[in-house]
């Protein structure tokens, strides 16, 4: 299968992360990003969290920061928006968005999938794609009680490596969710296991994402 390369080892891509709660980020596409960096170390990257109280948003700040880490060009953004409400406070959420597309023309978006069914992450999905219409634009998938995982339509391998960093990451950071039942070190490997045989990894892992459109040139 041909493979394409999203960036090359010069560039400076800007990057946006969107994400409803706290660890979603990093659940959907913390792998892709942790490679993105050793790719392209000079990568700018805007990292948006809408919801986080308290603890939860300490968390989301130290594991953006990790994540993050070898990263200069960066800014990190913690909302408190309602958790669960979104669909009911959009108009305020929306207003936030048109802010980032003010300040911020990122070449890659990574968001929520729009067939999520959590509600706050289909909000954060739709208004994505109605405030970036020219953007490439990959949404990212989170395992949850809910059932609705799909069939992706494109794959990033992982190395081991980078598996453990991202598994790492988040269960030694976000000690506020330890509890689920879903999230636990074995969830976030099997799916990356999953996707690694769907998309034949060499490393056997991968992250999947959705793309709607790409535009070759
Ligand atoms: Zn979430």
Redesign the pocket.
Known sequence: MLQIKLLERTEKPKILCL??????IE?GCGGTILKLIEIAPKAQFRWVVF?GNNFRKEEALESASAFLNEIESKKIDIHNFR?SYFPFIGAEIKDCFEKIKNEYNPDVIFT?CTN?A?Q??ILISKLTWNTFRNHLILEYE?P?YDGDLGTPNLFVHLDESVVQRKIGNLCGIFQTQTKKQWFSEEVFRSILRIRGVESNSPTNYAEAFYCRKIVFQ
């Open positions: 994400g409803a709660h706290s660890d979603d659940i919801s958790e929520h999520d959590h706050d992450h989170i949850k």
